[in-house]
């Protein structure tokens, strides 16, 4: 935290303009150093709030026309002072800039250090350092929209909610571990209950959301499945509206999962391709059907392709060959249709049945908004609430809730006060790992890397 650090916080490449920051005790001096106002003043003295037009001048020499602007401590990114330039972009100027900076007193900063030093200076808390990368990271609008939602602080407030809640359920349990000889009264103990009920179902609420979180944050992972030459690659170009998957009339074409991804309705879609499920002995082939089939649970969705002309008479077969599918995230597609006149749209043991012509992209478009329909319906987040999208998070809460329904069991069983307190406070402290209220260096390590530098 003493040193002071700069970085380029733009992409490096052709553009106009590139940002660089330094941030620290020494940031005054150093911007005074290089920046010369083009109002001449007997004495420059940068003042928050003003945007400064000047010259970055190494050794006499005009490195570039540039804007300053100084951001005092405390009211900056990172808590500290904080400067800024706006130079022209490219390689060249930035590069020359930040140069001229290491060599008058600062280091290049580590990837998230400027946030690093934002979360130390209590600016912002671990959980919107997580949706700050998160937007940064947006690969859709959903989620540029559910990562600035929790920058606002709206999940924070949730997990200060329940935290809240477990505090008022310890004070009360522990006001009594002093009189452990006293009985609990009967309207005490329906108290005590109700507290419990608010905290269990507030943390469950909160963990409810991270299914949805995860599929706006991540992507909805839909699988194609299907036996040979039904037409999964080509129903795969078709959705991307290229040639991605090689397209053959050869049973076994496709070996291993292919992967793509689109962005449909501000949603994003992750589309995998598989190997035809049939049988045979190319052990290469073998492989790819034994991966598909493992991929099923790591999928949202699965798509299990089937020519048109079979439908009617193998229906029996076909819910046979993927009976590995669980029912509920399962379509099955009805594919070449143009082949066919009469098309049968039911399958035993299928709720869903859409037909579609990969080659001529008919029902391409119902069938992504049926994608997009079905894994809303599991769950509908409003994005004026914050809502969990990482696995950290997650994974916290969910120990959390498990200690909340130690200390319920403990509670109803008539243990000791001590006991239901002890586990109270470990769900007090996942909800503080969470937020970061609790230190943990592995933590921040592991969050705060994954940050580009410049953040």
């Not at 005074?32 to 006499?60: M, R, W």
Request: aromatic content about 6%; proline content about 3%; some cysteine.
């Amino acid at each position: 935290m003493s040193d002071t650090i700069c970085a380029i916080c733009t992409p490096i490449g052709v553009g106009s303009v590139a940002v660089i920051r330094i941030s620290g005790p020494s940031a005054i001096k150093i911007a005074k150093n290089i920046f010369k106002p083009l109002k001449k003043s007997k004495a420059f003295n940068l003042e928050p709030k003003k945007v400064y037009l000047g010259h970055i001048v190494s050794d006499g020499t005009i490195l570039d026309e540039s804007i300053c602007i100084y951001f005092k401590s405390p009211n900056s990114l990172t808590g500290q002072d904080v400067v800024e330039f706006h130079t022209h972009g490219g390689l060249i100027v930035p590069s020359q800039v930040l140069k001229l900076l290491i060599k008058n007193g600062s280091r290049v900063a580590e990837p998230g250090e400027f946030s690093f030093r934002s979360y130390q200076n209590g600016k912002i808390d671990l959980v919107k350092a997580e949706a700050v990368a998160g937007l940064i990271s947006s690969q859709s609008e959903a989620a540029a929209a559910c990562s600035t939602k929790n920058i606002s602080g709206e999940i924070s407030k949730k997990y200060n909610d329940i935290r809240e809640l477990g505090i008022d359920l310890v004070a009360e349990i522990e006001a009594r571990v002093d009189f452990p000889e006293d009985e609990i009264p009967e309207e005490d103990k329906k108290l005590i209950g109700s507290k419990f009920d608010d905290l269990i179902g507030a943390s469950e609420s909160v963990l409810g959301t991270y299914k949805r979180g995860r599929l706006v944050i991540d992507g909805i992972r839909v699988l194609l499945l299907g036996e040979p030459n039904t037409g999964k690659s080509t129903l795969l170009n078709s959705m991307l509206m290229e040639d991605k998957a090689i397209v053959s009339s050869t049973p076994g074409t496709t070996r291993d999962i292919l992967d793509a991804n689109i962005i449909y309705k501000g949603q994003k879609i992750i589309l995998s391709d598989t190997a035809g499920i049939r049988k045979t002995f190319d052990e290469v082939e073998i492989e790819g059907i034994k991966r598909a089939k493992a991929k099923v649970e790591f999928s949202d969705l699965v798509l299990i392709v089937v020519d048109s002309g079979n439908l009617a008479s193998e229906s029996e077969e076909i819910g046979r060959i993927f009976d590995f599918v669980p029912r509920g995230k399962r379509i099955l597609i009805a594919n070449k249709s143009d082949l066919y006149s009469k098309i049968e749209l039911s399958a035993e043991g299928f709720e869903e049945v859409l037909s579609v012509s990969a080659k001529n992209r008919v029902g391409i478009l119902p069938l992504l908004d049926k994608i997009v329909v079905m894994k809303e319906n599991e769950g509908s987040i409003d994005f004026d609430e914050g809502i969990v999208t990482t696995e950290r998070q997650m994974l916290l809460l969910e120990e959390g809730l498990k200690e909340v329904k130690k200390a319920r069991s403990s509670f109803d069983c008539l243990q000791p006060n001590e006991i239901t307190s002890i586990h109270l406070r470990l769900f007090l402290d996942a909800i503080s790992k969470i937020t970061g209220e609790i230190s943990n260096e592995q933590i921040y390590d592991q969050l705060f890397s994954k940050f580009c530098i410049g953040k």
